[in-house]
């Protein structure tokens, strides 16, 4: 273990640095493989407590929905991306679409990081629901967005998939990741 280290006299001018900065280079990360890296947001909306059960028909029309592309990392911070009305004070949420076209059915595991909770529907039906809200005890849960929060096993038809994601917020932060731990033979688009 390192002992706490402490600074006394330190002196900071406007431009005296001994260090050029700009010559450090930085190495691109490579996306990890199957990332969803573009999502389509719908506005934000109040949903009921627990799992989102049924959509609501006033959003739209997915297609008219902005398209939003992750970090490299396949983070979306959801608060930057959609703005929440003011009259919604507390608990909202947003739903996240991609399109998945299959080369031949079958099932494949989407991997999912999320905050706060999550309800996933596949062509419509739900499949899967997911609560990782901050809570301090009983039980604990840090409210950190990671992909080993959830996974749902997809059953996916020949062909276009429609995959909606049901983000709510409760506390202290909004955000998404997803990928597919086996990509082959997926298309995937917003």
Do not use: C
């Amino acid at each position: 273990m390192e002992p706490p280290s402490s600074f006394a006299k330190v002196v900071v001018r406007p431009g005296e640095v001994d260090y050029d900065f700009s010559k450090l280079s930085q190495t691109p990360v490579a996306p990890l493989h199957g990332l969803v890296t573009r999502f389509r947001f719908s506005p934000a909306f109040a949903p009921a407590e627990g799992p989102v059960l049924d959509l609501p028909a006033t959003l739209g029309g997915a297609d008219a929905w902005p398209v939003v592309a992750a970090s490299p990392s396949g983070l979306v911070l959801i608060g930057r991306e959609v703005t929440v009305p003011k009259e919604i004070r507390r608990r909202y949420a947003t739903v996240a679409s991609f399109h998945v076209n299959a080369t031949e059915a079958g099932v494949k595991r989407l991997r999912l990081g999320f905050s706060d909770e999550v309800s996933v529907y596949l062509n419509g039906q739900i499949l899967f629901y997911g609560d990782q809200h901050y809570s301090f005890n009983f039980p604990r849960q840090e409210g950190l967005i990671h992909l080993d929060q959830g996974s749902v096993y997809l059953p996916l038809k020949k062909g276009d998939n429609e995959i909606r994601l049901v983000v709510s917020e409760v506390f202290g932060g909004w955000g998404l990741i997803a990928q597919f731990l086996d990509p082959s033979g997926l298309e995937i688009e917003p």
